[in-house]
């Protein structure tokens, strides 16, 4: 059974590249900055993050400039966000289409999941000045970072997948989403090193699947910084366990889409 739904992906695989050049081409249509909003979103999130936290609050980051050390953790939480609400809209959002023909539901979430790694990448230039600036060398932990790109697009396609299939049949999903996310920002690393918290608190945050990854994302960009292997394990973990039952979630309910929706 595995194997078919493989094998139907593959056959409709012309499709799924058809629709995620659909979503980059209009992302940013009738937008007068059109794509460099994918490099002012992280920007100014984190100008604010370091007048605010950096210099008001006075959080700690580890002795690397705040500038840098939260802009290490945006851009993966920028990609997480953005993408997360997407996907969890984007069975509402292409109903039309679901109702006419026949193909994978999964390859529209999917298609949102990998699309958005091209705004990754476009934000991600403006931190090589950064570290330039700051005179910040680069290590071999940027070796990690395609397998952290990975896991990432794991678990936010995991994700994606359970809330876009609830989304179909409870509509309040559009409205809660906005909020899980901001909660969410606030039990992951980005504003504080994990370093902050207390012990007992650690072991709690450690369950966030987001955790893990960027902190391990800080450590591949920044020298100064090790990987904490055991925090990096435990969101591989959480991440496959929810890339898993969101694909049994998405399989059992997609049968029913075009008929709910």
């Given at each position: 059974?595995?194997?078919?739904y493989?094998?139907?992906?593959?056959?409709?695989?012309e499709?799924?590249y058809?629709?995620?050049?659909?979503n980059?081409?209009v992302r940013?249509?009738?937008?007068i900055?059109?794509?460099?909003?994918?490099?002012i979103?992280?920007?100014?999130?984190?100008?604010?993050?370091?007048?605010?936290?950096?210099?008001?609050?006075?959080?700690?980051?580890?002795?690397i400039?705040?500038?840098?050390?939260?802009?290490?953790?945006?851009?993966?939480?920028?990609?997480?966000?953005t993408?997360?609400t997407?996907?969890?809209?984007?069975?509402?959002g292409?109903k039309n289409?679901?109702?006419k023909i026949?193909?994978p539901r999964?390859?529209?979430?999917?298609s949102?999941?990998?699309?958005?790694?091209?705004?990754?990448?476009?934000?991600?230039?403006?931190?090589?000045?950064?570290?330039?600036?700051y005179?910040?060398?680069?290590?071999?932990?940027?070796?990690?970072?395609?397998?952290?790109?990975l896991?990432?697009?794991?678990?936010?396609?995991?994700?994606?997948?359970?809330?876009?299939?609830l989304?179909?049949r409870?509509?309040?999903?559009?409205?809660?989403l906005?909020?899980?996310?901001q909660?969410?920002?606030?039990?992951?690393?980005?504003i504080?090193?994990t370093s902050?918290?207390?012990?007992?608190?650690r072991?709690?945050?450690?369950?966030?699947?987001?955790?893990?990854?960027?902190?391990?994302?800080r450590?591949?960009?920044l020298?100064?910084?090790?990987?904490?292997?055991?925090?990096?394990?435990?969101?591989?973990?959480?991440?496959?366990?929810i890339?898993?039952?969101?694909?049994?979630?998405?399989?059992?309910?997609?049968?029913d889409?075009?008929?709910?929706?």
């Open positions: 059974m595995k194997s078919e493989l094998l139907e992906l593959w056959r409709y695989r499709l799924f058809f629709l995620v050049w659909r980059l081409k940013y249509k009738q937008t900055l059109g794509a460099s909003w994918a490099i979103q992280p920007v100014f999130t984190m100008i604010v993050f370091t007048l605010f936290f950096g210099r008001l609050a006075k959080i700690p980051s580890d002795g400039p705040y500038p840098v050390f939260s802009y290490c953790a945006l851009l993966p939480w920028t990609y997480f966000s993408t997360l997407q996907s969890g809209n984007s069975l509402v292409n289409l679901i109702t026949y193909f999964v390859t529209i979430p999917a949102y999941a990998l699309s958005g790694l091209l705004d990754l990448g476009l934000a991600s230039v403006v931190l090589l000045g950064m570290m330039a600036y005179q910040i060398q680069i290590s071999w932990g940027l070796l990690l970072l395609p397998f952290l790109v896991l990432l697009v794991l678990l936010v396609l995991g994700v994606g997948m359970i809330f876009s299939s989304n179909v409870y509509r309040d999903i559009k409205y809660c906005p909020f899980i996310i909660i969410w920002l606030f039990i992951t690393p980005v504080y090193p902050f918290l207390p012990e007992r608190f072991i709690l945050i450690a369950f966030n699947p987001t955790c893990g990854i960027i902190e391990a994302f450590a591949s960009l020298p100064t910084r090790d990987v904490d292997w055991h925090l990096l394990g435990i969101s591989v973990l959480m991440t496959l366990l890339f898993t039952s969101g694909i049994l979630y998405f399989r059992k309910t997609e049968k889409f075009a008929d709910i929706i």
